[in-house]
């Protein structure tokens, strides 16, 4: 099945008004595109537990801190209609820029707390950009549930806050994070690493999962982030944003273990930054 491009919010709304009058649970997974089976598992999610799904596909200037980032960010409608279409979603909403901020738009949603740490530290204005368009999707697609992936962890706990505190009726699903065989997430900045940077980039979530490890046998958790650090550091990446412990649902340091960890971390390579997050 071919899914329905919207372009509009009043089309969007007119096709929801429909499913919605003829009783259908409507699921969204919102993304900006550039699909891999990452996204494509939100969607199979999404198809399995709702009578509609739309996929919404929108690159959101208010999000991109660094102009360069969103210059570049890669842009594949055609092929992300065509994987969409062998999902059997039912509409692709990927509207231009000037319907989502129309002249005059004038309202930030800004959460506190856990935006602030890790990805918010370091991409200043990053989580008032996904609040607003997040609670904007919302709003528009009317839906009844949302799919949003563990990779981008602490999006995750903001999406979850923003809905809890702003009592948006729709239920925010987490989904697994999808690796390649060599256990790299996968993320459409992937794209732009070098072959040699593709080749190193498996570093990062090899050397988490082996602080896990040690930290879960008893090695102390400031020795375990900085054994993982300097092994990213040696395996060729540029810099390391973060990798730190914190608790899985604020988002607080983490000195000890106990209780349910996460262990967060940003680092670039090739001029490619990538994140990436695992339980501990
Ligand atoms: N590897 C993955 N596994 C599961 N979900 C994912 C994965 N990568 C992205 N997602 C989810 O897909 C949704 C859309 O993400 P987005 O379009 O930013 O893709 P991305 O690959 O994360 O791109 P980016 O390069 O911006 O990180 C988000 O909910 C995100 O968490
Ligand atoms: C949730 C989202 C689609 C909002 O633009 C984006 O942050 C993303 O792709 O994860
Ligand atoms: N994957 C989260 C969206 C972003 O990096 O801007």
Same mark, same amino acid.
């Given at each position: 099945? #071919?899914?329905?491009? !919207?372009?509009?919010?009043?089309?969007?709304?007119?096709?929801?008004?429909?499913?919605?009058?003829?009783?259908?649970?409507?699921?969204?997974?919102?993304?900006?595109?550039? !699909?891999?089976?990452?996204h494509l598992s939100l969607a199979r999610r999404a198809?399995?537990?709702?009578?509609?799904?739309i996929v919404t596909i929108f690159v959101n200037p208010?999000?991109?801190?660094?102009? &360069?980032? /969103?210059?570049?960010?890669?842009?594949?409608?055609?092929?992300? &209609?065509?994987?969409? &279409?062998?999902?059997?979603?039912?509409?692709?909403?990927?509207?231009?820029?000037?319907?989502?901020?129309?002249?005059?738009?004038?309202? #930030?949603?800004?959460?506190?707390?856990?935006?602030?740490?890790?990805?918010?530290?370091?991409?200043?204005?990053?989580?008032?950009?996904?609040?607003?368009?997040?609670?904007?999707?919302?709003?528009? #697609? =009317?839906?009844? =549930?949302?799919?949003?992936?563990?990779?981008?962890?602490?999006? !995750?706990?903001?999406?979850?806050?923003?809905?809890? @505190?702003?009592?948006?009726?729709? &239920?925010?699903?987490?989904?697994?994070?999808?690796?390649?065989?060599?256990?790299?997430?996968?993320?459409?900045?992937?794209? =732009?690493?070098?072959?040699?940077?593709?080749a190193r980039a498996p570093a990062l979530c090899r050397?988490?999962?082996?602080?896990?490890?040690?930290?879960?046998?008893?090695?102390?958790?400031?020795?375990?982030?900085?054994?993982?650090?300097?092994?990213? /550091?040696?395996?060729?990446?540029?810099?390391? @944003?973060?990798?730190?412990?914190?608790?899985?649902? !604020?988002?607080?340091?983490?000195?000890?273990?106990?209780?349910?960890?996460?262990?967060?971390?940003?680092?670039?390579?090739?001029?490619?930054?990538?994140?990436?997050?695992?339980?501990?």
């Open positions: 099945m #071919t899914p329905t491009v !919207l372009r509009s919010v009043a089309e969007l709304r007119a096709h929801v008004a429909d499913w919605k009058a003829a009783g259908a649970t409507v699921g969204v997974v919102p993304t900006m595109g550039a !699909l891999h089976d990452g198809r399995a537990a709702c009578e509609r799904v208010r999000q991109f801190n660094n102009p &360069a980032d /969103l210059e570049k960010y890669p842009r594949t409608e055609e092929q992300d &209609a065509a994987l969409l &279409a062998q999902v059997g979603v039912d509409a692709i909403f990927a509207p231009p820029p000037e319907e989502v901020y129309p002249r005059g738009f004038a309202t #930030t949603v800004s959460v506190t707390g856990v935006s602030e740490p890790l990805e918010g530290a370091h991409r200043p204005g990053h989580f008032d950009g996904v609040a607003t368009v997040v609670a904007k999707l919302f709003g528009m #697609t =009317r839906a009844d =549930r949302a799919f949003f992936g563990e990779k981008d962890w602490q999006q !995750l706990m903001v999406v979850q806050r923003l809905v809890a @505190d702003l009592n948006i009726p729709i &239920a925010i699903e987490g989904c697994p994070t999808v690796r390649e065989p060599d256990g790299l997430a996968m993320s459409s900045r992937n794209i =732009r690493l070098s072959a040699e940077g593709r050397a988490m999962q082996a602080a896990a490890a040690a930290m879960r046998g008893g090695l102390p958790v400031p020795e375990g982030l900085a054994q993982a650090r300097s092994e990213v /550091l040696a395996a060729g990446f540029d810099t390391v @944003d973060y990798l730190e412990l914190r608790t899985a649902d !604020l988002l607080l340091p983490m000195e000890r273990l106990e209780g349910e960890g996460r262990l967060l971390a940003a680092a670039t390579l090739d001029g490619v930054r990538l994140i990436d997050n695992i339980p501990v």
